[in-house]
T-cell receptor
Framework: ETGVTQTPRHLVMGMTNKKSLKCEQH?????MYWYKQSAKKPLELMFV???????ENNSVPSRFSPECPNSSHLFLHLHTLQPEDSALYLCASSQGTAYNSPLHFGNGTRLTVT | GENVEQHPSTLSVQEGDSAVIKCTYS??????FPWYKQELGKGPQLIIDIRSNVGEKKDQRIAVTLNKTAKHFSLHITETQPEDSAVYFCAASMGTGTASKLTFGTGTRLQVTL
């Protein structure tokens, strides 16, 4: 399989649940990202990992916890979410983190918090 | 920080016509401007980009123009086809930054009708 794969595609969870989103990239890239996509809003960068080290955390609430065990895998652990956290969560990868490194996105996980 | 505004939010054109999407940015230091296309149920995909030392760039039926003085850039799609139907996002970043400094617009939903 090629590209960036995200699982699950859809997730419904209650506010007290704990769940995890998974992302795997088969492109040999060394940087991975989590973005949040909400309707009528710009893509919001959440976290950046470069060479498995977190290099950026854009003031994301602690109920979102990322994990990058190696350069091919990225997780987003979720707990005690709020309804406003419902959105499409996109994972992306790139070769390097230079400003012009093309981002390769997965197809996202559609999260609904009830 | 950078602010990117994108217009229109929706655009409907007949097959074969041209489509133009416009973006403005606020930070005169921005010098890299990519465009991403997001098809239904998929993640965004880079389709073309331009740097500030270039006024126009073409790739088959798509072109991007940049006016640094006015701080705006546009995506032009000629001879539109049904497969061009998607949401298009512009973005801007400073060339001295990293990919994480990309600021996205709010997207334009393009519908190509038969």
């Amino acid at each position: 399989e090629t590209g960036v794969t995200q699982t699950p595609r859809h997730l419904v969870m209650g506010m007290t649940n704990k769940k995890s989103l998974k992302c795997e990239q088969h492109l040999g890239h060394n940087a991975m990202y989590w973005y949040k996509q909400s309707a009528k809003k710009p893509l919001e960068l959440m976290f950046v990992y470069s060479l498995e080290e977190r290099v950026e955390n854009n003031s994301v609430p602690s109920r979102f916890s990322p994990e990058c065990p190696n350069s091919s895998h990225l997780f987003l652990h979720l707990h005690t979410l709020q309804p406003e956290d419902s959105a499409l969560y996109l994972c992306a990868s790139s070769q390097g983190t230079a400003y012009n490194s093309p981002l390769h996105f997965g197809n996202g996980t559609r999260l609904t918090v009830t | 920080g950078e602010n990117v505004e994108q217009h229109p939010s929706t655009l409907s054109v007949q097959e074969g016509d041209s489509a133009v999407i416009k973006c403005t940015y606020s930070d005169s230091a921005s010098n890299y401007f990519p465009w991403y296309k997001q098809e239904l149920g998929k993640g965004p995909q880079l389709i073309i980009d331009i740097r500030s030392n270039v006024g126009e760039k073409k790739d088959q039926r798509i072109a991007v123009t940049l006016n640094k003085t006015a701080k705006h850039f546009s995506l032009h799609i000629t001879e539109t086809q049904p497969e061009d139907s998607a949401v298009y996002f512009c973005a801007a970043s400073m060339g001295t930054g990293t990919a994480s400094k990309l600021t996205f617009g709010t997207g334009t939903r393009l519908q190509v009708t038969l």
